[in-house]
């Protein structure tokens, strides 16, 4: 059962909220509201989030202090922020949304089919990168039981390889039909180079498992992080 990604929306005014479920409840992930840049804070730091919708005009914490912080955090930092503005102070305000670490910024009102495509692909580069993890989860297992039964299990190792390997070409398969889409649409420049960052960690893994073909004779070290 494929877990579903959450996104977080961000806005001091539950109308706009509302609107936004509206939007990207199409995409049938899981929709996390906060209405407050200290809300959104908070809800970073136990749950994981595909991508964030964060308004501009807050009272309190504004939208470039919320991303700021957003971006100071390990745990944080690479997740994609959507900026959303009723406000367009020309250049320099945009400026300043992408210096705060924004993948977009959008003007209200917005198109919605826009909107919700641009969501989409941050969403599935998410899904990927989380079958990016659990394949490398499962190579540092078998890595780790080969260590323990270095001279008994050849066979079953052998074959939950030959599975990893399968389940990574499937993953390869699926990342470079996305790259592609991406490169023929000419989607934002962000969305283009996390695939790319995501096929660096696919190729990175594929030869970690190809060193673990008998006769190779070395131990890769595989990275589970993004």
């Known amino acids: 059962m494929v877990q579903k990604a959450k996104i977080l929306l961000v806005d001091d005014r539950p109308e706009n909220l509302l609107a936004l479920e509206a939007i990207l409840s199409a995409l049938d992930q899981t929709l996390v509201r906060a209405s407050s840049g200290e809300e959104a804070l908070k809800a970073l730091l136990t749950d994981d ?3 964030i919708l964060l308004d501009v005009q807050m009272p309190g914490m504004d939208g470039f202090e919320t991303a700021a912080h957003i971006k100071r955090r390990e745990r944080t930092r690479d997740i994609p922020i959507i900026f959303l503005t009723a406000i367009n102070h020309g250049p320099h305000h945009t400026f300043r949304g992408y210096a705060a670490g924004a993948v977009d910024y959008i003007s209200k009102p917005f198109d919605p089919w826009v909107l919700r495509a641009k969501v989409s692909v ?3 580069l998410y899904m ?10 499962l190579l540092r297992l078998q890595l780790e039981g080969g260590d323990k039964s270095a001279g008994g299990e050849a066979k079953e190792s052998a074959g ?7 389940r990574l070409a499937a993953v390869e398969e699926q990342a470079e039909a996305l790259t ?3 490169n023929d649409e000419s989607t934002d420049a962000a969305a283009v180079a996390t695939a790319a960052h995501l096929e660096r960690k ?25």
């Open 49 to 51: 989030f595909a991508v």
């Open 122 to 124: 941050f969403v599935e």
């Open 128 to 137: 990927k990168n989380c079958q990016l993890r659990e394949q490398a989860s």
């Open 160 to 166: 939950l390889l030959a599975e990893l390997s399968a």
């Open 180 to 182: 592609k889409q991406l």
């Open 202 to 226: 696919l190729t990175g893994l594929r030869r970690a498992l190809d060193a673990l073909e008998p006769g190779t004779g070395s131990t890769p070290s595989v990275s589970s992080q993004n």
